[in-house]
């Protein structure tokens, strides 16, 4: 098992920046890549970005290019999302999760933090 903390959520205006941490506990070898999702009440959970905890590769949604970045600290086993530029659509209950790269490359969570809410007002 791997436990998932988060911290960082708030309310930010428009335009604004925030930090969101999550540090990992437990059984972290046995997951190979870490990320980020956000879920709107009524609508699916979306994984927004995404880390490989080898080598470093990151893969992002469309909608959060160029404004979020994703970064590993393995010594600590925590993961960042750095967001900035958010705009009122960003706003939703984000969680990190770690899991497997799939041979075809797609990332499987297997675990999820409790989320933390993030709120930006315009």
């Known amino acids: 098992q791997v436990q998932l903390v988060e911290s960082g959520g708030g309310l930010v205006q428009a335009g604004g920046s925030l930090r969101l941490s999550c540090t990992a506990s437990?059984?972290?070898?046995?997951?190979?890549?870490m990320g980020w999702s956000r879920q709107v009440p009524g609508k699916e959970r979306e994984l927004v970005a995404s880390?490989?905890?080898?080598?470093?590769?990151?893969h992002y949604a469309d909608s959060v290019k160029g404004r979020f970045t994703i970064a590993r600290d393995n010594a600590k086993n925590t993961i960042y999302l750095q967001m900035i530029s958010l705009k009122p659509e960003d706003t939703a209950i984000y969680y990190c999760?770690?899991?497997?790269?799939?041979?075809?490359?797609?990332?499987?969570?297997?675990?999820w933090g409790q989320g933390t809410q993030v709120t930006v007002s315009s």
């Open positions: 437990g059984r972290t070898f046995s997951s190979s890549e």
């Open positions: 999760n770690a899991g497997r790269t799939l041979y075809s490359g797609t990332y499987l969570p297997d675990y």
């Open positions: 880390i490989s905890q080898s080598d470093g590769n990151t």
